[in-house]
T-cell receptor, first 111, second 113 residues
Framework: KQEVTQIPAALSVPEGENLVLNCSFT??????LQWFRQDPGKGLTSLLL?????REQTSGRLNASLDKSSGRSTLYIAASQPGDSATYLC??????????FGKGTRLHILP | EAGVAQSPRYKIIEKRQSVAFWCNPI?????LYWYQQILGQGPKLLIQ????????DSQLPKDRFSAERLKGVDSTLKIQPAKLEDSAVYLC???????????FGSGTRLTVV
């Protein structure tokens, strides 16, 4: 059974710092992995989608990497801003099209 | 393109009452998902539709939850009767093809008192 773990559960960093969020999954037979952002009381906003054949994806200040063999993905945020404060969720799409989420990392950027 | 539409945004009901949520996916998206997100947890899949057929409803509490997707477009999720532990955000998502990822709606926050 696929399990997705996100560490840390919460993180506070000063504005301007670069930071890394981690996501691990137990079954490497995935189709893709997607990172989402969730603001309080809101739905999920897609940030980056990485196919199983890809190693990384970039969008602006965000870079997501995928190491399928070790069951890990990281989301790198460069030059963090207060507006980056949110919960970040990673979701794994397994071969049977089931999407399994981690519990998320609550990020707080200190002005 | 228009996003995934959900209504209502908020709902407060008493336990044992019934409630229904509505979702309209992105036009052309064949796959539709309903997720339940309890505070502090990641979303949990309740049911997955492919067009108007059910692909996976293994985690749907069928004694009280039901969902339908008529004509393969919009969908409704119903809870009857509601319990206190049903308090959560109910998220709808749709996808054209898994290669393109998934788009989520804003969710419906349900509070059962």
């Amino acid at each position: 059974k696929q399990e997705v773990t996100q560490i840390p559960a919460a993180l506070s960093v000063p504005e301007g710092e670069n930071l890394v969020l981690n996501c691990s999954f137990t079954d490497s037979a995935i189709y893709n992995l997607q990172w989402f952002r969730q603001d309080p009381g809101k739905g999920l906003t897609s940030l980056l989608l990485i196919q199983s054949s890809q190693r990384e994806q970039t969008s602006g200040r965000l870079n997501a990497s995928l190491d399928k063999s070790s069951g890990r993905s990281t989301l790198y945020i460069a030059a963090s801003q207060p507006g980056d404060s949110a919960t970040y969720l990673c979701a794994v799409c397994a071969r049977d099209d089931k999407i399994i989420f981690g519990k998320g990392t609550r990020l707080h950027i200190l002005p | 393109e228009a996003g995934v539409a959900q209504s209502p945004r908020y709902k407060i009901i008493e336990k044992r009452q019934s409630v229904a949520f509505w979702c309209n996916p992105i036009s052309g998206h064949a796959t539709l998902y309903w997720y339940q997100q309890i505070l502090g947890q990641g979303p949990k899949l309740l049911i997955q539709f492919q067009n108007n057929g059910v692909v996976d409803d293994s985690q749907l509490p069928k004694d009280r939850f039901s969902a339908e997707r008529l004509k393969g477009v919009d969908s409704t999720l119903k809870i009857q009767p509601a319990k206190l532990e049903d308090s959560a955000v109910y998220l709808c998502a749709s996808s054209w093809d898994r290669d393109y990822g998934y788009t989520f709606g804003s969710g419906t926050r349900l509070t059962v008192v």
